[in-house]
């Protein structure tokens, strides 16, 4: 994408030009949301019909910025936020979760229940 918000596909000679146009602005609106409440959690991570299929690869582990400004944003608006990672695969969220240490990541909550149900 260039400074002007303009990206190109370069099939063509010379290369469509697309314009994002924003509609909605969501961390505006979960900002807006989570104020005032007495808990919030934040629900983060993949969804696996859509972008942690068998045949994607990812080029990196780290959580996506998106979702990861989202996070602080509503931390920021809310101090009360309990961040849940909810993923079929790892994800590196360093800063994250060391701001959260009382979150819970779900598929470290699965995998202890299996563990413990393995042991009975």
Excluded: W
Aim: proline letters at 5%; glycine letters at 4%.
């Amino acid at each position: 994408m260039d400074k002007d918000g303009h990206f190109s596909i370069c099939v063509d000679n010379p290369p469509a030009r697309f314009e994002i146009e924003i509609v909605k602005d969501g961390k505006t609106a979960a900002e807006k949301t989570v104020k005032g409440a007495d808990h919030v959690i934040a629900v983060i991570g993949c969804n696996p019909v859509i972008n942690s299929k068998e045949e994607v690869d990812r080029t990196t582990i780290a959580l996506p910025t998106e979702q990861e400004e989202l996070v602080k944003r509503v931390a920021a608006v809310n101090p009360n936020t309990i961040v849940a990672l909810i993923s079929n695969y790892p994800y590196a969220i360093g800063e994250l979760e060391k701001k959260f240490r009382r979150s819970c990541c779900l598929h470290r909550a699965v995998r202890n229940l299996v563990m413990e149900s393995q042991m009975c």
